[in-house]
């Protein structure tokens, strides 16, 4: 039997609810893989930057953050700084926060979605893959680049 599937909302990230964002936290394992989401906010914040924060949502409560935006070069959709709380983890988030910004990418007509990771973060890659990303042989500094292709 398979467990149902996790109903999360992405939200913008207003001056209601950015300390919850802030207050995430992952894993001691997960902190080389992913930047505090103090950090992330301020990538989002400052500085000509295509990526835009959101929190997600589930069940009323802040559980995780993302951020996206769009590579005008080849209108690619990105997806960065996928963090879900330590607390909330095993529960099919992170995975419903990929599917749930695919399908924006999608509606919106872009050519694909990108995302990249540490080659060392074997779940990164897992959950990545089972969603139909590929590894490009691309490269983002010392990340590898992942691509679904529409």
Request: with cysteine; charged share 20%; proline share 5%.
């Amino acid at each position: 039997m398979s467990s149902p599937k996790i109903a999360v909302n992405l939200v913008p990230v207003t001056p209601a609810n950015w300390r919850d964002c802030v207050a995430l936290d992952v894993t001691e394992d997960q902190q080389t893989f992913v930047a505090p989401v103090s950090r992330y906010l301020t990538m989002c914040a400052y500085g000509d930057t295509p990526w835009q924060p959101l929190g997600v949502a589930s069940d009323g409560r802040i559980v995780g953050f993302v951020m996206h935006g769009v590579d005008t070069s080849d209108n690619s959709f990105w997806i960065g700084g996928l963090v879900v709380d330590a607390a909330e983890q095993d529960r099919g988030i992170g995975g419903a926060v990929v599917d749930a910004l695919v399908q924006r990418a999608r509606a919106e007509g872009h050519p694909s979605v990108a995302l990249s990771y540490l080659p060392s973060n074997a779940a990164a890659s897992r959950l990545y893959a089972s969603r139909g990303f590929v590894e490009t042989g691309e490269r983002e500094d010392e990340e590898v680049v992942a691509r679904l292709r529409f």
